[in-house]
């Protein structure tokens, strides 16, 4: 490898350095007539050419400036119409001999009563009584004792109908009556059906009607178990003592039987039936636990239940109706005794079928005169198969 001397590429440089100084000396000398864009120019654009148009006197075209888009109004939506509500009747004024419902139970019986409420809004001849005790049930009788209670409030009210619905708190150790059992044992469950049929018998005793309502379905998953067992017991008792069970079940779940929050109120609409809890109801479930017992109370009350009647009379259940008619009009009502379905008299029913002969017939029917003697009556005029001419004389 040949090595340049050390003071050769020393000169070089110098050499170099001292042309670019010449350079950039004379590019300083030359004459103003640019102008002020010409000083702008920096070092680079001198040493590597000029980025501005050649042609700096030419004015640049600019691009056409930019329309403005309006935007387009948007047609202004109509105004949403409200949902038209159910008309909440008026309460009617209850009459002073009105027949008194007595609801009797836990936290939900005083929501059926609230729902019963509503549900005889409108019939002056019921009164919806609330007892229930909201933490009470049939275990603990050290807290509340309702064999004890419940005569009482019989004999001070004097109801037409009881209604029981309770259970809700009874998921624990029972204790009274020197029993002290755990939940879910055997023993647990043959105390419970005793107290219930106890319960049960302290209204059917008095000739009494008695509608026990059923525990719906909860939130929890072991409430819900629990509340199937109670109901069976509840539906067996009723049937040995001569109460009605009144199972809302199916009121309070879908169509695989799961636990519903919301559902169909008893007007077919979508709403919330039971609260965050899972276990209480809101103002349409309590309404529609009292839709299931409607028609039974209905059934047992009466013309009690109308919303018409004006006068309560056991005597003449009709007395309250007639008593704005004029007295001729009074006389005109014809009044019979109720006939039962099941009545073998009823039109006609001791006879079979075919045992009278029928009557024999006084003239020759239209198929005996085409049978046996060939004869046929003309077809009616104007029909497909008549064959007359216009204007003749059918003889």
């Not at 509340?144 to 029981?164: C, E, F, R, S, T």
């Not at 002290?180 to 043959?190: C, H, M, S, V």
């Not at 046929?376 to 008549?386: K, L, S, T």
Request: charged share 20%.
């Amino acid at each position: 490898m040949i090595k340049r001397p050390v003071r050769a590429t020393m000169a070089t440089a110098k050499f170099v350095l001292a042309a670019f100084l010449a350079l950039v000396m004379a590019l300083a000398c030359l004459p103003n007539a640019a102008g002020a864009q010409e000083r702008r120019r920096t070092l680079l654009d001198m040493l590597f050419g000029n980025r501005e148009p050649d042609y700096p006197d030419q004015p640049v075209e600019q691009p056409p400036p930019r329309r403005k888009v309006q935007p387009k109004k948007r047609p202004t939506p109509p105004p949403r119409q409200p949902v038209a509500q159910p008309e909440t009747p008026t309460p009617a004024e209850k009459l002073p001999d009105a027949r008194t419902v007595l609801v009797v139970g836990d936290f939900l019986a005083n929501g059926l009563a609230s729902g019963l409420e509503d549900a005889f809004s409108t019939s002056p001849g019921v009164i919806v009584q609330a007892r229930g005790n909201v933490a009470s049930g049939l275990v603990r009788q050290d807290y509340y004792n309702w064999p004890q209670q419940l005569p009482g409030m019989i004999d001070q009210l004097k109801p037409a109908m009881v209604v029981v619905m309770i259970g809700a708190n009874d998921r624990q150790q029972m204790i009274g009556d020197g029993l002290n059992e755990k939940y879910g044992t055997d023993p647990w469950f043959i105390a419970y059906e005793e107290r219930v049929q106890q319960f049960a018998k302290l209204v059917t005793s008095r000739h009494i009607p008695l509608l026990w309502v059923g525990l719906p379905p909860f939130g929890s998953d072991q409430l819900t178990a629990s509340a199937v067992k109670l109901n069976q017991i509840y539906q067996s008792q009723m049937t040995s003592v001569g109460g009605e069970f009144i199972d809302i079940w199916d009121g309070f779940t879908d169509q695989s039987g799961e636990f519903i929050v919301t559902g169909s109120d008893i007007n077919g609409q979508q709403v919330r039936l039971r609260t965050a809890d899972g276990v209480n109801f809101t103002a349409a479930g309590k309404r529609k636990v009292a839709f299931y017992l409607e028609k039974s109370a209905r059934r047992i009350l009466g013309d009690q239940a109308s919303p018409d009647i004006t006068r309560l009379d056991t005597g003449n259940p009709m007395q309250g109706q007639q008593a704005n008619l004029p007295a001729t009009e009074t006389e005109k009502i014809t009044r019979t005794q109720p006939v039962s379905l099941s009545d073998p008299d009823l039109d006609g029913g001791s006879q079979l079928l075919g045992g009278t002969p029928a009557p024999a017939a006084t003239t020759p029917s239209p198929r005996d005169l085409l049978v046996e003697k060939g004869q046929m009556d003309p077809a009616p005029a104007g029909r497909v198969d008549d064959y007359r001419l216009p204007g003749s004389v059918t003889r």
